[in-house]
């Protein structure tokens, strides 16, 4: 028996073509204006569903010395706390839903990682055809099982993710 899944008014099975989500994550830096431009790109390249994440609450990181590394503008290597870069990324409720009420303006599906209820039930609210369980929370049980209590589609993302 083949398998479909509908994420919003696209269909993804073995029949039909992949579906790509451009990301436009926290790459705005909390600045709506630039997220609408990153949106309004991906419209005119003809993107037909964009990926982004709600990032509300520092709240969804320990607060520890871990960190993580990633390449710099200036091509260095760079090593900051995942806590640090949620402080910087986090924006308002408000600001997320003029955000995604722009792509329904553009008539753009979107699809929202989560990393807490309070933001899960946000992007249900607004009209997230799926939700997405970032890498980070693969092991949170209890997130995982409230977001499929919500009867959005669900991605898992297994990408830091390891046996």
Sequence with gaps: MMRQLKIGKHMVSENDPPLFFPDIGSFFND???VAKGLIKSL???KAQLIKGEILNNVEISLSNDFKTSY????KQIIKESFRDIVKRKIVSFKAYEDIFNFCKEL?????LSVYDEEGADFCKNIGAVA???PSSNI???TLIEYVASLKLPVILDTGKSSL
């Design 43 to 45: 419209h005119n390249q």
């Design 139 to 141: 092991v949170h049980k």
């Design 131 to 133: 939700l997405k369980i």
């Design 107 to 111: 008539n753009l599906d979107f699809v």
């Design 31 to 33: 600045d709506p204006n």
């Design 71 to 74: 390449l710099g503008s200036d």
